[in-house]
């Protein structure tokens, strides 16, 4: 059984930071040549990828919503990833998922993922 555990959220004025973590445990599950997926969702939306990384492929994507603003990172040291989400927005308020167990596809969509984690709330006030 793998278990992602989600942390860094919070509350959090427009143009302010927050750096999300999401560590991965549970049969000998590693990240490091995996791929993880951040997600969020906002009330009354759908849930978006937006952020992916595929490190041993040295890989990082983003949605376009978020590019130049998060960096997605891990350290396989800590089986854990970090979202970086600088510059923050109003209409970046949702909840924050992350994803593993990647079975293949277009890793923005929620059907090829496997595992994910509870969730964090990030709200951005103006």
């Known amino acids: 059984q793998v278990q992602l555990v989600e942390s860094g959220g919070g509350s959090v004025q427009a143009g302010g930071s927050l750096r999300l973590s999401c560590a991965a445990s549970?049969?000998?599950?590693?990240?490091?040549?995996?791929?993880v997926t951040w997600f969020r969702q906002a009330p009354g939306t759908e849930r978006e990828g937006i952020a992916t990384?595929?490190?041993?492929?040295?890989?990082?994507d983003y949605a376009d919503s978020v590019k130049g603003r998060f960096t997605i990172s891990q350290d396989n040291a800590k089986n854990t990833v970090y979202l970086q989400m600088d510059s923050l927005k109003p209409e970046d308020t949702a909840q924050y998922y992350c994803?593993?167990?990647?079975?293949?596809?277009?890793?923005?969509?929620?059907?090829?993922?496997?595992?994910w984690g509870q969730g964090t709330q990030v709200t951005v006030s103006s």
């Open positions: 549970g049969s000998g599950y590693s990240i490091t040549y995996n791929r």
């Open positions: 994803a593993a167990g990647f079975r293949g596809g277009n890793w923005v969509r929620e059907y090829p993922y496997g595992y």
């Open positions: 990384i595929l490190n041993f492929q040295g890989s990082v």
